[in-house]
């Protein structure tokens, strides 16, 4: 059974930093492009930023990019998202996604991801 389970949200102010973690179990880590993606109030889910499966080239939304970093510990089948100079707009519901290496779709569409967590809240006060 696969699983992906986030942690790492939280209520923070602006400015504040968070740390996700997304540990994955039931496939072969290393197989699979990793990525978040948030979703606020009222809007469609966003790409945050995307992972490939070496570690070697993260990608970045225009939004987060300076402010976020992606990284995968491949011996530990986790993947982060360390979150700087959090702002309001950040507040979303966070989920880590999973992407076969064998499927070409993009990694920025949702729909090319198999397998999604659970989401995990950050709350960014002003």
């Known amino acids: 059974q696969v699983q992906l389970v986030e942690s790492g949200g939280g209520v923070v102010q602006a400015g504040d930093s968070l740390r996700l973690s997304c540990a994955v179990s039931?496939?072969?880590?290393?197989?699979?492009?990793m990525a978040w993606f948030r979703q606020a109030p009222g809007k469609d889910r966003e790409f945050v930023a995307g992972?490939?499966?070496?570690?070697?080239?993260?990608v970045y939304a225009d939004s987060v990019k300076g402010r976020f970093t992606i990284s995968r510990d491949n011996d530990k089948k986790t993947v982060y998202l360390q979150m700087n100079s959090l702002q309001p707009e950040d507040t979303a519901v966070y989920y880590c996604?999973?992407?076969?290496?064998?499927?070409?779709?993009?990694?920025?569409?949702?729909?090319?991801?198999?397998?999604w967590g659970q989401g995990t809240q950050v709350t960014v006060s002003s």
């Open positions: 992972i490939n499966r070496s570690g070697s080239t993260p």
């Open positions: 996604a999973a992407k076969s290496i064998y499927y070409s779709g993009s990694y920025y569409v949702g729909g090319s991801y198999d397998y």
């Open positions: 039931g496939l072969t880590f290393t197989y699979y492009t």
